[in-house]
């Protein structure tokens, strides 16, 4: 279904680039010792999950700031029941969940904000005799993209929509790199997380109800989103005031995609089913794929836009990448992937951190490692 953006001579154009394979990062600073402080947002500040609030984040050295929506902690009935229209396999057993409190972007993130950590924007204006801020340091310590090939946006529009075509990886790196700019935690939500946002206290199969029909209300999809995504925020949001949680990019989440997880959760006993409630779950990933995006996209029907629906990564989402190994950086086929972050009420302590962030497998590490050394 993917419209005709990507034609044959995207192939050509990456072959012929006189592009380097690898960054070229030599020099690039080690992270200072500690934390990055906090840069002042009153807004972002509360004593209790009672007191949480929507607030703006400004990006620090840049003039970009985005908006953050409080989630409340709860329990929910994750996954879709059997008589649900469309539902697959993998979106069963369901099962109880509980969920600590957390802000979630009010929006996916914008090539307006990924461009700044993409290109190294901050560190470029800087060299323009810009004010430098105290987390600097921290923040140049993180590892960028490499410059990619051509520009990742197809063609469908840079200011004000969703970024997209970046890898797992990618998506982590920059909630690093948000995190050492602001001096507050962010990460990609868990799958939990991310269903329990989207439906809102919602048990309908999308967040606006059972039918179909007020889809184009909510959400781009394949019949309404003219072959592209959309700017962000022009539709209707969820009850709890998050936009394009179903369509418009397929959003990417910490999980691996595991068609057994949910399973795990049921205790069968007695001859009798037993539910445990799921504590915060995340299934941590073991491999490269597959690994879970939520939402569907600009590219999807509406049945691939429910709540419950799960889409596992794919290696033809590279498949007109010419690098061996392939880039850790970009998806060279899937411009219809994209992300939003999240900030726990209550982060984890600093030294589990990097669980969230960086390269979970030897193969990207040494990729990362290469490219930090300036390897080709």
Known sequence: MLRNILPSILGLSLLGSGSPLWAQERGKPDSPPGIAPSAENLNAQAESPEDMAAYKESIPGTLISFGMTPIPSGTFRMGSPPDEKDRKKEEGPVHNVEVDPFWMGTHEVTWDEYQEFQFSLDITRRGENYEANPQDPWADAVSRPTPPYLPMDFGMGVEGFPAACMTQFAAKQYTKWLTMKTGRFYRLPTEAEWEYACRAGTTTAWSFGND?????????????????????????????????????????????????????????????????????????????????????????????????????????????????????????????????????????????????????????????????QGER
């Open 212 to 372: 179909s029909e007020a889809i184009d209300e909510y959400a781009w999809y394949f019949d309404n989103a003219d072959d592209a995504y959309q700017k962000v925020g022009q539709l209707k949001p969820n009850p709890w005031g998050l936009f394009d949680m179903h369509g418009n990019v397929s959003e990417w989440v910490l999980d691996e995609w595991d068609k057994d997880f949910y399973a795990t959760f049921i205790e069968p006993q007695d001859t009798k089913t037993f539910l445990k409630t799921a504590d915060n779950p995340v299934a941590w990933p073991k491999s490269l794929y597959p690994r879970v995006v939520r939402g569907g996209s600009w590219d999807d029907d509406p049945d691939r836009l429910r709540s419950a629906a799960r889409t596992p990564s794919k290696k033809g989402w590279k498949v007109q990448d010419p690098q061996l190994p392939k880039s850790i950086w970009y998806l060279t086929d899937a411009p219809f992937v994209g992300f939003r972050v999240v900030r726990p009420f209550s982060p984890p302590h600093e030294d589990k951190w990097a669980q969230y962030w960086e390269a979970d497998l030897d193969d990207i590490r040494r990729v990362e490692s290469g490219q930090r």
